[in-house]
């Protein structure tokens, strides 16, 4: 957003916003590849204070930024409608201007960062778990391979013409290419959500040393570890006697925020305990409601539709499918069936 306000001299109407994206253009790099880290294996999706050390290059933005920053708001508009005027400026060596080398360096450290990331997703590979996060994180670290290295590229191109800035910022297909990238980027966690809200799968388990991963041996023989019986109490008394099964469109995440644990663990839960995921599970038991219900002859007083969006259905289809899975006949069979009696 900052850019595209500057590149466009809207950045005028909003002196405060000018070189504040500096510092988080350096922290993309380390976040994407912690991100990337955590998604591979679960077990490294929590933030510690070691990863503290990636980010250690923010550091020189900080104190680039710095001097513009401690201008009181006068002389910061001032800043910002000489660069809305002359773009040279924004890539020049001026006192409140960031130093050029930056808009080398940044893309160059988030590049490397992304080789760092096909390297660690290689050697995930290497073990042939989870085929398809693997191919996700290929993708995933080649789209941002291409991305940051086209941002080198273009950045070089600024600083090496100075006088086609504007050119190159608004009509270069290397800009187009960009876009279509980020495009790419954006519909792989469309096609992948789980990425997104770290639906992680329970056989990923690798041991790390240093930042590499050293070779799995005799996995077969790890014991699974027994299930938390402090969790069991949290997630029944939270589904059961809460009844928040009947919460429609009912999410893993949001009962994860609501125990305060992360997605993963409570994944893990549900494949262990209960032996199914959470959207069985939950739609089982809507249906031992709704069977509850139609036993008792309330079918008498609601249709079947009322009792199924009471019990948390979103759809009626939905309903039918799930009602059929479980009793192995339509809830129209079933309620023939009872009607007979």
């Not at 005027?85 to 160059?108: C, G, M, Q, R």
């Not at 600083?159 to 270069?172: T, V």
């Not at 199924?308 to 059929?324: D, H, P, W």
Request: with cysteine; hydrophobic share 45%.
């Amino acid at each position: 957003m900052i850019f595209l306000l500057t590149s466009t001299g809207n950045i005028k109407f909003y002196p405060l916003l000018f070189n504040k994206g500096l510092p988080l253009y350096y922290a993309i790099g380390p976040c994407f590849y912690l991100y990337l880290k955590g998604e591979l294996n679960p077990e490294f999706s929590k933030f510690k204070k070691k990863h503290l050390l990636h980010f250690i290059i923010i550091i020189p933005a900080l104190i680039s930024v710095m001097p513009y920053n401690l201008l009181d708001i006068e002389q910061q508009q001032l800043i910002v409608n000489r660069a809305a005027k002359d773009i040279h400026y924004t890539f020049s060596t001026a006192k409140y201007i960031v130093e050029p080398w930056h808009w080398f360096t940044f893309p160059l450290s988030a590049l490397t960062y992304s080789i760092l990331q096909i390297r660690l997703t290689y050697i995930f590979a290497r073990h042939k778990r989870n085929i398809k996060t693997i191919r996700w994180a290929y993708i995933f670290s080649g789209l941002l391979t291409l991305i940051f290295s086209g941002m080198l590229v273009l950045n070089i191109a600024i600083l090496r013409n100075a006088n086609d800035a504007y050119f190159i910022l608004h009509r270069s297909p290397l800009i187009l290419s960009l876009a279509l990238t980020f495009l790419l980027l954006s519909l792989s966690f469309f096609l992948n959500p789980e990425t997104i809200f770290g639906l992680a799968t329970k056989s990923d388990n690798f041991n790390i040393s240093g930042s590499d991963l050293e070779d799995i041996t005799n996995s077969e023989k790890r014991k699974t570890r027994p299930v938390d019986e402090k969790l069991i109490e949290q997630v029944e008394h939270r589904i059961m006697e809460k009844e928040i099964f009947k919460q429609a469109g009912l999410t893993m995440s949001e009962l994860a925020a609501q125990l305060d644990i992360p997605n993963h663990k409570l994944s893990d839960f549900f494949n262990k305990h209960y032996q199914s995921n959470f959207n069985t599970h939950i739609n089982n038991l809507r249906i031992a409601y709704i069977k509850k219900r139609l036993d008792s002859g309330d079918w008498k007083q609601y249709t079947l539709e009322a009792i199924a969006l009471e019990a948390g259905f979103s759809s009626r289809n939905t309903f039918f499918i799930a009602f059929k899975k479980v009793m192995d006949k339509s809830p129209s069979a079933y309620l023939a069936g009872l009607k007979g009696k």
